[in-house]
């Protein structure tokens, strides 16, 4: 009797990397002499939003720029960042509202199960909520599913993980 294999493919992130990350940032914001004094603040709304406010353009690109080395270094994708336009914000400042992305789309879910139905592996995927799952008699035809979606995951703007693989 054989036994199905499987895997699920999702998106997500680490809340309490993230946390660390902007506190990280926030501290260097303080002790940057190119933004000591400048009114700067990063914030982390829930898990849904960080918010970068400071006076000018070009220290609201450095602060990004921080915030992604923070994040790059507790292995967090940058690619969870969704920018949002620049906008006026009160005294003269600047704010970028920057929306995490978290959970496949039925759009790029539909997308994946597709690239992986077209690829003629002898797997079975199907949409479960935000995330696709995977499953197969063989763990050879996985492992080839994990590296075709691996190898497309430019194409899909949005940083994938590999779980409960069984």
């Not at 003629?120 to 075709?148: A, F, T």
Request: hydrophobic fraction near 35%; charge should be positive; glycine fraction near 4%.
């Amino acid at each position: 009797m054989a036994k199905d294999c499987s895997f699920d493919i999702v998106s997500e992130f680490d809340k309490m990397e993230l946390v660390n990350a902007v506190e990280q940032t926030k501290k260097e914001i303080l002790s940057r002499f190119d933004l000591k004094d400048s009114k700067s603040d990063v914030v982390l709304e829930s898990d849904t939003q960080i918010i970068i406010t400071t006076e000018d353009d070009t220290k609201l690109k450095n602060i990004l720029d921080i915030l992604q080395s923070k994040m790059v270094k507790r292995n967090l994708s940058i690619k969870i960042l969704d920018p949002q336009s620049i906008e006026n914000a009160l005294g003269g400042n600047v704010r970028q509202i920057f929306k995490l992305k978290k959970g496949l789309t039925q759009e790029l879910a539909k997308r994946i199960v597709a690239d992986i139905k077209s690829s003629k592996l002898k797997v079975q995927s199907s949409i479960q909520g935000e995330q696709v799952r995977v499953s197969g008699k063989s763990k050879d035809d996985l492992q080839d599913v994990i590296k075709l979606i691996r190898e497309k995951e430019d194409e899909y703007k949005i940083p994938l993980q590999f779980q409960n693989y069984r």
